[in-house]
């Protein structure tokens, strides 16, 4: 089996072809690895895979525009921090998606998953609807979020909200400021409800709101520390997480 990565990030690239590498739930014969939308128009213009892992946010440009300059017929696995746009592909594509950072279960999950579907694969409807899914739908996105104060409930405005980190069992807002309040959801169902050009999810802990960063720390290329403002209670040093470095700092540019 045919596996293609698009995928711009090289740290990124390198841990899904060693987690590809190591699984035996599909027989992978080559890896291609496509580091560009413009390398993917170019290779999938004379060639295919069986499958697909595609990063949505790409150095020059968004993935889904691959989708207007070739054919595809193959099943699709995104991979993605922005995953307003991989719940709306996961509806569509049927197949799965991946939430950076993923782990290694995340994976044998989405290729147990493109076994059971891929001989009854449709490729029409995702043919006909790829040119929506880049349509931005704000409508959807939350703008206030509720939460308890004492025996009341509050509203809070997004541009209010700072950032969201879990800590143990719990998700808690926390708020310009400076006040902290549990929010009844989990990090990674938020972020799909968040405004993808306020929020990030920069680790496994944290979403951050643009507005909350005062500094940016780069101790190495591949570790980034962040201040946030107001400073976090618990876990007071804030890093991105590896895998996110670049497409945060993409995000941060945008």
């Known amino acids: ?22 699984q035996s739930i599909v027989p992978v014969t080559e890896t291609v690895i496509l580091r560009s ?12 895979a069986d ?18 300059q070739v054919e595809l017929f193959t099943p699709v696995i995104f991979i993605t921090a922005f995953d307003e746009y991989a719940l709306r592909v996961f509806r569509h594509f049927t197949i799965d998606y991946l939430l950076k950072p993923f782990e290694e279960e995340e994976l044998h999950q989405a290729l147990q998953k493109f076994i059971s579907i891929r001989s009854n694969f449709d490729p029409e409807p995702v043919l006909k609807t790829m040119s929506t899914l880049r349509q931005a739908d704000d409508a959807e996105k939350m703008k206030r979020f509720m939460v308890r104060e004492g025996n009341k409930l ?19 807002l926390t708020t310009n400021d400076n006040q902290t309040y549990i929010y009844d959801d ?3 169902d938020i972020i799909h409800k968040l405004n993808p050009e306020l929020f990030f999810r920069i680790n496994r802990k944290f979403i951050i709101h643009k507005n909350a960063i005062v500094e940016i720390i780069k101790h190495s290329s591949q570790k980034i520390e962040l201040k946030l403002s107001p400073a976090p209670e618990v876990n007071a040093d804030v890093f991105i997480s590896k895998m996110q470095i670049t497409e945060f700092l993409s995000w ?3």
């Open 37 to 48: 939308k413009t390398q993917a128009i170019d290779f999938f213009l004379s060639q295919s």
């Open 154 to 172: 509050k509203s809070v405005d997004e541009n209010e909200a700072a950032y969201f980190f879990a800590s143990g069992k719990y998700l808690f």
């Open 1 to 22: 089996m045919r596996i293609a990565i698009i995928e711009d990030e090289l740290l990124a690239v390198n841990y899904l072809k060693d987690l590809l590498d190591k």
């Open 51 to 68: 499958l697909i892992f595609m990063d949505i946010h790409l150095g020059d440009g968004m993935s889904l525009e691959i989708f207007e």
């Open 252 to 254: 941060l540019n945008s």
């Open 186 to 188: 989990t990090i990674k």
